[in-house]
């Protein structure tokens, strides 16, 4: 496949750092100490329990809905009060506030209505402001290069709607914040308030407005400060419809999990419409591997779903994960990572070392512990004793299928990444199986400084004023 930019993409558990002798396996030595950000691929076992929940959600599932049957032929698409009608592209504004004096933050939006009845997928970007990957993969899909006569998205072949927003927090974007102008999350904020805080009135409003009207969500995200994501796919996988575009995304790392409460994904799949978060790379930079990814994964949805024509990719093999475990310093000092996001390493082998400048003689590893894929690592180089430093996988079968996917540098290379994969079917897909839980209840709870607590949430909700 051409490269879709036009151009080359290029229970939590503690590690140990221990010395290093002279006689240890050639195998253990340190990893060339240069920063690699190579993409990744792999898959996880889901505990009999959950397995059992995904499997009933599923059996449950019905067909295609009649509202998107071309019998009825195709109709106007009601918007925002504007009617666009079928096989046409629309450029729009939305104020994510309704104020008659002050700044109403408007955001622009591109909806391409298709020539054909089908289902309405609302794609996002800049949830939170100051990650950058899904305003540019975004920004692409709503151009020339995707959008039109003969390309991949043409209204008069598509069925269906397409709505493009690329930066959902406008003022956190223009901020090159995370957080809204009143310091909330507001991927922690949905469904939202009308007559609360901030945070909760634009949730409240964009929920209603742009979500609620929607039968597919993909919201695109990255790490937050001080760490870097491989590009992987978070969903509900016992909620039907969200595990059926969360496999057709084609790419290796699906990660099972509800959700933290307030955010978009749980909320949504609350009101039984499907949605998935897209994560990778970090904050304020631009991943160039994440946005290709990003546009590969978001094609094939739309494949999936016969909105556009083609067969949808899908890769070797994938991981379903509903647990990991955690590396973390056991010292303080500067934090030097040999093994970054996507690099597959055995246990005992050294990820990182720790130094002081105070006291440069001396130098700590920091070990893996376990065979694993590590889909998060560390970038903020300052590090105290239990400070994660890298996010991983336990991978126990499978791995030869694994190792034929590492590149050089023992990192994973994601679909999407090197061109297409070829077409197969989804039952030759291997899943990888691996168990566990989530530490702290969702993916992300041991990287936070300051997680909130239930009582905090419940008085966020009782209390309109905070």
Same mark, same amino acid.
């Given at each position: 496949m051409s490269n879709l930019l036009g151009g080359p993409l290029t229970d939590s558990t503690k590690g140990s750092d221990n010395e290093q002798s002279s006689e240890r396996p050639e195998s253990l030595l340190p990893r060339s100490k240069r920063r690699r950000f190579t993409p990744l691929k792999v898959a996880n076992q889901i505990p009999k329990r959950r397995r059992k929940e995904i499997e009933k959600a599923l059996e449950g599932s !019905?067909? &295609?809905?009649?509202?998107? !049957?071309? /019998?009825?032929?195709?109709? $106007?698409?009601?918007?925002?009060?504007?009617?666009?009608?079928?096989? !046409?592209?629309?450029?729009?504004e939305f104020d994510l506030l309704s104020v008659d004096i002050?700044?109403?933050?408007?955001?622009?939006?591109?909806?391409?209505?298709? @020539?054909?009845?089908?289902?309405?997928? &609302?794609l996002l970007g800049a949830v939170h402001g100051n990650e950058l990957v899904g305003p540019l993969a975004l920004t692409y899909l709503s151009g020339p290069n995707f959008i039109g006569s003969g390309k991949a998205i043409d209204p008069d072949v598509l069925s269906g709607t397409i709505r493009i927003v690329p930066i959902v927090n406008m003022p956190g974007y223009k901020?090159?914040?995370?957080?809204?102008?009143?310091?909330?999350?507001? $991927?922690?904020s949905f469904p939202g308030k009308p007559d609360s805080n901030t945070s909760y009135?634009?949730?409240?409003?964009?929920?209603?407005?742009?979500? @609620?009207? !929607?039968?597919?969500?993909?919201?695109?995200? &990255?790490?937050?400060?001080?760490? &870097? $994501?491989m590009p992987q796919i978070r969903a509900n996988l016992a909620h039907a419809s969200s595990n059926k575009i969360a496999r057709s995304f084609g790419i290796e790392a699906i990660l099972d999990n509800v959700g933290p409460k307030g955010s978009l994904r749980r909320v949504t799949n609350d009101a039984d419409i499907a949605c998935v978060t897209f994560e990778g790379g970090g904050p304020d930079e631009l991943d160039p591997e994440s946005v290709q990814v990003s546009l590969y994964g978001i094609l094939n949805v739309l494949r999936s779903l016969r909105m556009i024509p083609g067969h949808p990719s899908r890769p070797t093999f994938r991981i379903l994960a509903s647990g990991s475990l955690w590396i973390r310093s056991d010292q303080g000092g500067l934090l030097d990572v040999l093994a970054p996001a996507g690099s597959f390493v055995d246990e005992g082998e050294v990820v990182a070392t720790v130094t002081n400048p105070e006291r440069p003689s001396e130098s700590h590893d920091i070990i893996s512990p376990t065979?694993?894929?590590i889909i998060c690592s560390a970038t903020n180089p300052f590090v105290?004793?239990?400070?994660?430093?890298?996010?991983?996988?336990?991978?126990?079968?499978?791995? /030869?299928?694994?190792?034929?996917?590492?590149?050089?540098?023992?990192c994973l290379v994601i679909s999407g990444a090197d061109g297409d994969p070829v077409w197969r079917d989804d039952d030759e897909v291997e899943d990888i199986t691996v168990g566990g839980e989530w530490s702290g209840g969702n993916v992300d709870a041991e990287w936070s400084? $300051?997680?909130p607590t239930d009582s905090d949430e419940e008085a966020a909700e009782s209390d309109p004023s905070q």
């Open positions: !019905s067909g &295609t809905p009649k509202k998107w !049957s071309r /019998q009825n032929g195709p109709k $106007n698409h009601a918007f925002l009060r504007k009617r666009i009608p079928p096989g !046409s592209i629309r450029r729009l002050g700044e109403s933050w408007p955001v622009p939006i591109t909806v391409v209505h298709g @020539a054909r009845p089908g289902p309405t997928i &609302t901020m090159k914040s995370r957080y809204m102008p009143d310091g909330r999350d507001l $991927n922690r009135r634009v949730a409240n409003r964009f929920w209603k407005e742009i979500i @609620a009207g !929607s039968d597919y969500v993909i919201d695109l995200h &990255t790490a937050a400060v001080g760490r &870097t $994501n065979r694993g894929l105290t004793a239990g400070t994660p430093v890298g996010h991983i996988l336990p991978v126990s079968k499978g791995v /030869q299928t694994i190792r034929k996917r590492l590149d050089e540098d023992d400084t $300051n997680p």
